[in-house]
């Protein structure tokens, strides 16, 4: 039986190895601590290494998930012969680790870098770099390991020594680019290797590691490109060692850092971000026990007794109870299929699937006691905010258990430390860059870029999937033309990594039904069988009715309408809902571009609503909490209120409104808006006017949903789907055109390109090739002041726009005193600029740049790219003050403002690009 951690313990040492290994840099002290620690010699960083190696693959429980992959990687070759050669390459993958800085012994290396006082002489100069290790590691490697397969495994045929050298090879990949940004593709790095190139130069440092003849390895050198090609023909298994070597990739570096860490702070990491028994267990009762209808939920599906009854009559009660015995089936069906790793949760909108998912999430930790993190999936960083509240109250997280893994997100103080104390602030810089929270909330973009990116940032994070719950919310934001893609790496990670995942939706079907060319078909178990009646039941069916007056024509194409039509018909019917409610109104009007929405906005005026709020891509982040926050804590104001938004309120912003106006889009869409109507059903009848007033091909002109609702359903089939909640009729063609598409041959598609990068190990093109937004953005940066708080939800509370982290780190550098109401967006900006010119140290300008980017985020839109957009902005921008990926909006007063956004009537006749 294959045992990782064994492995580690007997890893080969430089102290074994090496002469005079005492003589060896690995690194100096920082210059804090020059002259009071020693320097670290390399047998004592390759110690501890090692040491956080074994420690990381134990906290994760990594040694199944190697032992997998082997198995998978060798399954394709004689079974007589898989034993040996799952023992060999789990050496191999320990090596790798092992080996990486052997290099180190290059004489350049101890003279200019580390200013070893030992090596002073005139050293030939083989590597460009001349002091470079990495190459050299991955010669002493390829050596010891090429020479020990053909000697050592004399017994096996010379078939499987050639294949398991070729894979030898290939684990020489992450130790050249240990110290890269990016995880390339082994074909063109090994090829264009200096150790290969310069192999004679390199012979005597074998003999100082004490290994047997190198020329064993010469003709493997000579024959790489045969190898290669040999043994990516028969790579039939791509997952196993496409994975094996980005997972060792991940461990090396991620163990290398945090070593090299371990020795400049002179003390190590004990909390690597995982539940331990007690968090666990405390997680686990507090779903239970938080909140008395979650309580009630685990008591039901413990009584064997109780079935569903699905009451109809349409109340917030009987809302509340649909949803309690949702949760309640959920945790039934989790019970049941305790062995199963993919779960689908198709819930209606405003069904509590957030709720539901958090039960279902602890559940599986109770069941499965290996399963020690979370991962909560959103498509918008707006979702992240909300849902990270609801979690933290259900699950009774602390602050340091809950990790937020996006831009907003700026800097987590997961242990308090003095302003300014970089000393300590180490600490809290390692959690932030490797993520050592149980719990983590993230984008999809982040997410699936840790499954699959060739960028190390997002490799790092890959050894922590391992034996966690992953719950991935609202899928179909993005195109279905990636869905494959997602399902592919979704299945085989669920397999070899012990991964629970849990996909959400109201609208996605099961994306299961696509063929991925796998021999095993993923296969999901529906956390709710029989949503369907509840998607029938009068409380979602028809808790909003939707309306086609605005659409329909004689012709059955449908009709567009003029904004000054359009706010005609919305006073009309806000009138009328207000003279029926006793004078309250909370009216939406939803548009596709931010265009629209501003002509809108001056057309309708004041002259009927107390208040009019304008929320699209461009309002700045302090403000769009302003305005959720009014209307919640409004929700039953007797008021007239009006929201002009584009899309980004479709993003699960948990309002309640009573009227609704669309621009007909996607049906998903479509619905995702209908959940921001009636979402209580406290109301009796509330409609929703699909209206067309743009056109939004130019948002989804490579959506197959788009062209499908376009080219073969009608304005009635629209109707039904949205009114039967029936979405099978439209992505039943959806996932049909797919699978079509993907068994045609020569053309493009996940079979005959995407699945071949796997199987090529092209890391690079594996990642290009999947991108969820593949549109380029603008980020502008706008000079305002901004309020240290705001309103919060609940009357009387006040929410934090900055941090405490945020105002101390500005107050340190007279940005802010305490006292001032606003923060100064031009001192904020003139801090950035000067703090990139800073030489700082290695700890404190990454704590910087991590504070940074969360203050900035408050400032700043994005917007999509195009080369007019960005013309139309040069006459309002700075370049000289626009740095970094950002354009300084100088002239903000001409064209911005705060509560608006961004005035397109300054742009003339600017194309809709604007959200």
Request: charged share 25%; hydrophobic share 40%; aromatic share 12%.
């Amino acid at each position: 039986m294959l045992n990782l951690l064994d492995q580690f313990d007997k890893a080969l040492r430089v102290d074994h190895l090496l002469a005079n290994h005492v003589q060896y840099l690995a690194h100096l002290p920082n210059s804090q601590r020059i002259g009071q620690v020693n320097d670290e010699t390399l047998a004592e960083h390759m110690d501890v290494v090692l040491r956080l190696a074994r420690e990381l693959s134990q906290q994760h429980v990594l040694a199944p998930v190697v032992n997998i992959l082997i198995r998978k990687l060798v399954s394709t070759r004689p079974l007589a012969f898989q034993p040996m050669l799952m023992a060999y390459i789990l050496d191999l993958f320990v090596g790798a680790i092992a080996f990486h800085d052997f290099g180190k012994v290059n004489e350049h290396f101890q003279k200019e870098r580390m200013k070893n006082v030992l090596f002073q002489g005139n050293y030939q100069d083989i590597f460009n770099p001349v002091h470079g290790h990495s190459e050299l590691s991955a010669y002493i490697f390829a050596v010891y390991h090429l020479e020990h397969i053909e000697q050592g495994l004399a017994g096996i045929p010379e078939d499987e020594r050639v294949w398991l050298s070729a894979v030898a090879l290939l684990f020489t990949n992450p130790i050249l680019l240990h110290h890269s940004s990016r995880f390339e593709s082994p074909k063109s790095r090994i090829a264009r290797s200096q150790y290969m190139k310069f192999a004679d130069s390199l012979k005597r440092y074998i003999t100082l590691y004490q290994f047997a003849d190198p020329n064993i390895s010469e003709p493997y050198f000579a024959a790489w490109s045969t190898i290669w090609d040999t043994f990516t023909e028969e790579n039939t298994t791509a997952f196993s060692i496409f994975t094996l070597l980005r997972l060792n990739f991940s461990l090396l570096t991620a163990a290398d850092y945090l070593a090299t860490s371990e020795y400049m702070n002179q003390a190590g990491i004990s909390d690597f971000g995982v539940l331990n028994q007690v968090a666990r267990q405390k997680l686990i009762h507090a779903a239970r026990s938080s909140k008395s209808y979650n309580t009630h939920a685990f008591q039901l599906a413990d009584d064997a007794a109780w079935h569903p009854t699905r009451p109809t009559e349409r109340n917030n009660e009987t809302l509340n109870a649909l949803r309690l015995e949702m949760a309640v089936q959920a945790i039934r069906q989790v019970r049941q299929y305790p062995e199963q790793r993919l779960f689908y949760l198709e819930a209606p909108t405003g069904g509590g699937k957030t709720n539901i998912s958090a039960l279902v999430t602890a559940e599986l930790l109770r069941l499965d006691i290996s399963l020690n993190k979370i991962f909560y999936v959103f498509p918008f960083t707006t979702l992240i905010t909300q849902t990270h509240k609801a979690l933290q109250e259900t699950w009774q997280l602390e602050d340091s258990q809950i990790g937020l893994l996006h831009s907003q997100g700026g800097f987590q103080q997961k242990e308090p430390t003095e302003e300014g104390d970089y000393g300590k602030q180490w600490k809290n810089q390692l959690a932030n860059l490797f993520a050592f929270f149980p719990v983590c909330l993230l984008t999809h973009i982040r997410f699936f870029d840790i499954l699959k990116s060739n960028e190390k940032d997002s490799i790092y994070l890959m050894h922590r999937l391992a034996n966690s719950v992953v719950v991935i919310d609202e899928l179909q934001s993005y195109s279905p033309k990636h869905w494959d893609k997602m399902l592919f790496w979704l299945d085989q990670y669920s397999r070899t990594f012990n991964i629970r995942f849990v996909l959400m939706s109201a609208t996605l079907p099961r994306i299961d039904g696509l063929d991925v060319g796998l021999s095993q078909r993923p296969q999901f178990v529906d956390l709710l069988p029989d949503a369907k009646r509840y998607f029938q039941n009068p409380n979602f069916r028809d808790r909003v009715r939707f309306r086609f007056d605005l659409l329909e024509t004689p012709n059955k194409n449908p009709q567009i309408i003029k904004s000054e039509a359009l706010a005609e018909v919305v006073l009309e019917q806000s009138k009328k809902y207000a003279q029926e409610n006793n004078g309250r109104v909370f009216t939406i009007v939803e548009f596709i571009y931010k265009k629209s929405a501003t002509d809108f906005a001056g057309l309708i005026g004041q002259t009927f609503f107390d208040k009019v709020f304008v929320l699209s891509g461009t309002i700045l982040e302090p403000r769009r909490r302003e305005i959720i926050n009014f209307l919640k804590q409004n929700a039953k104001a007797q008021m007239k209120v009006l929201l002009i938004t584009t899309q980004v309120v479709e993003a699960g912003v948990d309002i309640d409104m009573d009227l609704g106006f669309k621009n007909i889009s996607l049906i998903d869409s479509d619905e995702q808006l209908a959940g921001r109507v009636n979402r209580n059903v406290t109301k009796d009848v509330c409609n929703v006017f699909l209206f067309k007033m743009n056109e939004p091909g130019i948002l989804y002109k490579h959506d197959d949903r788009f062209d499908i609702t376009r080219e073969k359903l009608t304005i009635a089939d629209h109707k039904q789907i949205l009114e039967t909640k029936d979405f099978s009729k439209l992505y039943n063609q959806v996932l049909a055109g797919r699978n079509d598409l993907n068994q045609k041959v020569g053309i493009e598609n996940f079979s005959t390109k995407y699945l071949p990068d796997v199987q090529q190990l092209d890391y690079e093109s594996v990642h290009k090739n999947f991108q969820l937004i593949e549109q380029k953005n603008l980020s502008i940066f706008v000079p305002l002041p901004l309020p240290i708080l705001i309103e919060g939800e609940k009357a009387g509370t006040i929410e934090e726009v900055f941090s405490k982290v945020e105002l101390d780190f500005l107050e340190k550098y007279q940005c802010y005193w305490q006292g001032d109401k606003v923060v100064d967006g031009k001192k904020v900006w003139t801090l950035y600029r000067q703090l990139n010119d800073l030489k700082q140290g290695i700890t404190e300008s990454q704590v910087t740049k991590k504070i940074m980017q969360g203050i900035l985020s408050k400032f700043t839109f994005s917007i999509f790219y195009t080369d007019t957009i960005k013309r139309n902005f040069t006459e309002f921008i700075d370049p000289d003050k626009s740095f970094d990926n950002y354009l300084y909006l100088e002239f903000h007063e001409r064209l911005y403002n705060y509560k608006t956004g961004l005035d397109m009537a300054a742009f003339g006749s600017s194309e809709n690009a604007i959200l």
